[in-house]
């Protein structure tokens, strides 16, 4: 019959000390890779209050988030908050939006909330409200870049009724999913008017 035979397992010295090592080696990969590094042109507005969230915390927000090549905004307002913007943000770089589901950005009626020209804008878990133009198509967004809406509302937004989109006219790329437009109007395109064959539009999971 053939002898089978087993090796001994080390449990010396040695053994516990490769283990020591690369239980050390793991721990320091974990310290200094974590999940998410935060960009240096990341920013929050607020600290914590809602009144640290104002208008002009957001402007310097988006100035600071432009800056580099991407930059993503968040908000600590201590809660739900809404922030009345008085004129329309102008985009000129890649930047991300992202209200944490607690932040309704508004145009109190008066102004378009974001012109986009050759621009990248991404919304997400934010809502849009109140925006307005009487001087253009596009009451909360004018796009002419890429835009992006993800877990995004819209609503009680227009233009006057010679122009077109109450929500959003659209020149660019623009992609939209799990998000809600209400009550918005215009003279052509109540929520969205697609202007021209680039301005085309992928959505899913929208109302």
């Keep these: 019959m053939k002898q089978i035979r087993y090796a001994a397992s080390h449990t010396g010295p040695r053994s516990h000390l490769a283990a020591l090592l690369c239980a050390a080696l793991l721990l320091g990969i974990l310290l200094v890779c974590p999940a998410r590094v935060a960009r240096a042109d990341d920013r929050v507005v607020g600290d914590g209050t809602p009144g640290s969230c104002t208008e002009a915390d957001f402007d310097a927000a988006l100035a600071e ?7 993503t905004i968040t908000f600590d307002c201590g809660g739900e908050a809404t922030i009345i913007l008085t004129s329309q943000k102008m985009l000129s770089g890649e930047v991300t939006i992202d209200g944490g589901d607690q ?3 508004s145009g109190g009626n008066t102004t378009r909330l974001f012109l ?5 804008l991404h919304l997400k878990n934010i809502t ?3 925006g307005f133009s ?3 198509d596009g009451g909360a967004i004018n796009n002419s870049g890429v835009l992006t809406l993800q877990n995004t509302s819209i609503r009680n937004s227009n233009v006057s009724s010679n122009f077109s989109g109450g929500a959003i006219v659209n020149y660019g790329p623009l992609t939209i999913s799990d998000s809600h437009f209400e009550n918005n109007a215009g003279g052509n395109g109540g929520s969205l008017y697609l202007r021209f064959e680039d301005g085309g539009a992928e959505i899913s999971g929208s109302t």
Excluded: M, R
């Design 65 to 71: 988030a432009q800056a580099g090549d991407s930059g």
């Design 103 to 105: 932040i309704t950005l």
């Design 116 to 120: 986009v020209f050759g621009a990248v």
């Design 128 to 130: 849009l409200s109140n």
């Design 134 to 136: 009487n001087t253009g």
